[in-house]
């Protein structure tokens, strides 16, 4: 059935076409009086306001754009905004809460990927595989696998962060023969015995496991946290994996770290996004680097876009938005 709420799309044209292919474009539309707005994305437009006017729910994402939390003003009739993406932190503020507007993000869907990357870089790493490759290829020559000192059978593997990616990933590593640590101010012992893993402080964590993957999410008290101290406590040979946020580490220690060859990392983030072209981190053989990959790209976008207008029809009927963000731990997420 469709209804005549005003739904104003404030995304991107490219965006746009990304999450929503033929088919889940005529199920969104055919729910509501679908209106784009022709701003690509902007929402600080006169033209935009006007769009607003009317506007009952609000679809952003990567791309779209405000100078700061007036546009809300412009939008007496919305109820909902609905991001299509992970973390709406830039479209969210206190004001949205106050005037009971709903907020919905896509940022659990956005996880399933990334802990799919952690995951993989957790069992390669673990195993040896990108020091085995850096060798072999070097070599051109019988590889000796005995030499080999990893693997994953009863490793310890360690998280930072009891996030949503964090646990998910936590769960994702229990089928396998390892132990899994974590730590995180805000977990429960009965949180953790329903993901199997040993609660650790941070400096445990770092001492005692060989792969460290960090899930915490970016704020004043986690800015720069990984530095000089807890990087020395990794063991030699130890690998760091990053697919949250570049500002978590402190990239001058870190870099000092794997210039020596002491650790590894795996790094999808950075800080900044793109390292300078003088940063070791480009060429070290101890360094796999990625452009920021691990969350929802190609045809993984489309399961955002359908998770986004699943919300849209659950508003519609009614009922809860099922990844609604809650005020009352919003100041702690990602």
């Known amino acids: 059935m469709r209804h005549d709420v005003a739904v104003v799309i404030a995304l991107p044209e490219r965006e746009r076409q990304r999450l929503f292919d033929d088919s889940a474009w005529q199920r969104l539309t055919g729910l509501a009086d679908v209106r784009v707005l022709p701003s690509d994305g902007d929402l600080s437009t006169a033209e935009a306001r006007r769009f607003l006017e009317d ?33 709406a932190r830039p479209f969210v503020s206190r004001r949205l809460f106050e005037r009971g507007i709903q907020v919905s993000t896509q940022a659990e869907l956005n996880g399933i990927p990334v802990a799919e990357y952690t995951l993989a870089m957790i069992l390669l790493a673990q195993k040896s595989v990108f020091s ?31 996030s949503r990616i964090g646990r998910r990933v936590l769960r994702m590593l229990m089928p396998f023969d390892l132990t899994t640590v974590v730590s995180d101010p805000f977990i429960s012992p009965d949180d953790c015995a329903s993901l199997s893993a040993e609660e650790a402080t941070l400096d445990e964590l770092f001492a005692t496991c060989r792969v460290v993957s960090l899930h915490a999410p ?26 949250a946020r570049g500002g978590l580490v402190d990239h001058a220690a870190l870099t000092a770290e794997v210039v020596s060859g002491r650790i590894n990392a795996v790094l999808d983030v950075t800080d900044p996004d793109v390292m300078p072209t003088s940063s070791p981190l480009w060429d070290l053989p101890n360094v796999q680097l990625t452009p920021h990959v691990a969350g929802s790209a ?23 938005l099922k990844f609604a963000i809650d005020p009352a731990t919003f100041s702690v997420t990602a």
């Open 218 to 243: 970016l704020l004043d008290a986690t800015r720069g946290a990984i530095g000089e101290r807890l990087l020395s406590l990794l063991p030699d040979g130890a690998t760091l994996i990053n697919t």
């Open 55 to 87: 506007a009952e729910v609000v679809i952003v994402g990567w791309g779209s754009r405000v100078a700061d939390s007036h546009w809300i003003d412009a939008a007496p009739r919305l109820r909902a905004l609905l991001y299509t993406a992970g973390s």
């Open 132 to 162: 085995a490759q850096h060798r072999f290829r070097s070599s051109r020559a019988a590889f000796p696998i005995t030499e080999l000192n990893g693997g994953n059978y009863g490793a310890r593997v360690g998280v930072w962060g009891a």
């Open 298 to 320: 190609g045809v993984e976008v489309r399961r955002l876009g359908n998770g986004t207008i699943d919300e849209l029809e659950r508003l519609l009927a009614g009922e809860g």
